[in-house]
């Protein structure tokens, strides 16, 4: 006889526990996220499609010979500078 689980049933047997996955998946979902935010900042800034603007950040870090999240970085802690002065 097959055992088979309804959806619910099969829900309950997944864990529940929170998974730390360590300070590198940290350290990436930030950088992940500060990337994120510039891309963002360039399609308002720019009018750039996400597509152009992270090829923006890829080309900048390139020819900077600068990591992309920092590129990023610097490009979101640029805006907040300029927001705080107002």
């Known amino acids: 006889m097959d055992l088979m689980l309804t959806a619910p049933a099969a829900a309950t047997c997944l864990p529940?526990?929170?998974?730390?996955?360590?300070p590198q998946a940290d350290a990436a979902l930030?950088?992940?996220m500060v990337i994120?935010?510039?891309v963002g900042i360039l399609m308002q800034r720019d009018g750039l499609d996400s597509d152009a603007a992270f090829a923006w950040l890829v080309d900048t870090s390139q020819r900077t010979n600068t990591k992309l999240r920092?590129?990023?970085r610097q490009l979101v802690d640029r805006l907040d500078g300029t927001n705080r002065r107002r």
């Open 30 to 32: 930030r950088s992940r």
């Open 70 to 72: 920092e590129v990023a």
């Open 36 to 38: 994120g935010q510039a």
């Open 16 to 22: 529940t526990q929170h998974v730390d996955l360590g």
